[in-house]
């Protein structure tokens, strides 16, 4: 099942929803809407602004990788810096089993659920992103 999420620009909701609708339509403000082209899926350009450029990226979250590393790191004196090395290796499982997900580059449309992904999009490229950013 693939589904779609996006930052809503008018109410700042994520919405996340199938691809099988045509519209999608944020779920909160209904203030944003687009249609769902199948050239999305061949990540050939993205339906809600047009962009051409994808990048893919683990599915995981940062914010969870930074409170493992501090959790590992105030129990450092104690363990004997096992603690740390424990840390790592629950990190590299993590990066292991999650999932990737696309990018849109411009609006940052995030798809999930493919099996296998497209060889051509490529991992996030930070001069890619800085010439979006300035749009
Ligand atoms: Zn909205
Ligand atoms: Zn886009």
Request: with cysteine; net charge positive; hydrophobic share 35%.
């Amino acid at each position: 099942m693939i589904r779609v999420s996006k930052n809503c620009n008018n109410c700042k909701n994520v919405y996340t929803a199938k691809i099988q609708q045509n519209i999608i339509k944020c779920d909160k403000c209904q203030g944003e809407s687009f249609f769902f082209n199948s050239k999305n899926l061949n990540f050939e350009q993205c339906s809600f602004c047009n962009c051409r450029e994808f990048y893919k990226r683990k599915d995981f979250n940062q914010n969870l990788g930074c409170f493992l590393v501090v959790i590992g790191s105030i129990l450092l004196p104690f363990t004997y810096g096992i603690s740390l090395v424990v840390v790592l290796i629950i990190d590299m499982l993590l990066h292991k089993y999650i999932d990737e997900v696309i990018v849109c580059y411009k609006c940052k449309m995030e798809f999930r659920g493919f099996k296998n992904l497209e060889k051509s999009i490529k991992l996030f490229d930070h001069h890619t992103a800085e010439l979006y950013d300035k749009n």
